[in-house]
């Protein structure tokens, strides 16, 4: 029902910079929040970044909060975010994904769980 498709990956150095984007269907675009999750060889799938509806309210991970920046643009039912100063821990597929308006709480919006539709990623290499 609702499609989700990144791109924007690719390889680059360490210090370098991606910007990802993230095309979503559906005419209700803007009343879901979205976030980004990433997924390293062997580990959990770990949250990102997440933006509210209109694009007000932002909340990073700890670990890219400084270097990323995460947008929308509802006109075109689309999601960014922007990579600076890429470190090879970086490395990763990463998944734009919407919101889940049944786990609606805040306490979900940096789980898995808390999202109901998601892409099928889109990979970025750091080297060093």
């Known amino acids: 029902q609702v499609q989700l498709v990144e791109s924007g990956g690719g390889s680059v150095q360490a210090g370098g910079s991606l910007r990802l984007s993230c095309a979503a269907s559906?005419?209700?675009?803007?009343?879901?929040?979205m976030g980004w999750f990433r997924q390293a060889p062997g580990k959990d799938r770990e949250f990102v970044a997440h933006?509210?509806?209109?694009?007000?309210?932002?909340y990073y991970a700890d670990s890219v909060k400084g270097r990323f920046t995460i947008s929308r643009d509802n006109a075109k039912n689309t999601v960014y975010l922007q990579m600076n100063s890429l470190k090879p821990e970086d490395t990763a597929i990463y998944y734009c994904?919407?919101?889940?308006?049944?786990?609606?709480?805040?306490?979900?919006?940096?789980?898995?769980?808390?999202?109901?539709?998601w892409g099928q990623g889109t990979q970025v290499t750091v080297s060093s």
């Open positions: 994904a919407r919101r889940s308006a049944f786990y609606s709480s805040s306490s979900y919006s940096t789980r898995t769980v808390g999202y109901d539709y």
């Open positions: 933006i509210s509806g209109s694009g007000g309210s932002t």
């Open positions: 559906g005419r209700t675009f803007s009343s879901y929040a």
